[in-house]
């Protein structure tokens, strides 16, 4: 079975980066759309950058222009890569992908656990 697991949260300062990890194991012949969501306690889950096959990212407003979204398919890694941090980037970051586990061009869709990330003053 097909497994996301983050990485590379932590406590860091105002201003500063983290590049958070998203590692698939497991049968992933091919990973499609990918999308990093956070979450904050009483609080939906929102999007925070997405990247679908084509190469086309889109990002929520609160965070263009500091962090980018990518992935490495030899990896079968998504990688979010946070620059000069904000207080209201505390969240736990969700990763999620569509991912091929037969090669039949069908997909599931996958979460991993989260990783918690607080940036403090």
């Known amino acids: 079975q097909v497994q996301l697991v983050e990485s590379g949260g932590g406590l860091v300062q105002v201003g500063e980066s983290l590049r958070l990890s998203c590692k698939a194991s497991?049968?992933?012949?091919?990973?499609?759309?990918v999308a990093w969501y956070r979450q904050v306690p009483g609080k939906q889950r929102d999007m925070v950058a997405t990247?679908?096959?084509?190469?086309?990212?889109d990002y929520a407003v609160s965070v263009k222009g500091r962090f980018t979204i990518s992935k490495d398919n030899a990896k079968n890694t998504v990688y979010l890569q946070m620059n000069d941090l904000k207080p209201e980037d505390t969240a736990v970051y969700y990763c999620?992908?569509?991912?091929?586990?037969?090669?039949?061009?069908?997909?599931?869709?996958?979460w991993g656990q989260g990783t918690q990330v607080i940036v403090a003053s």
């Open positions: 999620n992908a569509d991912i091929d586990t037969t090669g039949t061009y069908n997909w599931n869709k996958y």
């Open positions: 990247l679908n096959r084509r190469g086309w990212t």
């Open positions: 497991g049968r992933v012949f091919n990973i499609y759309d």
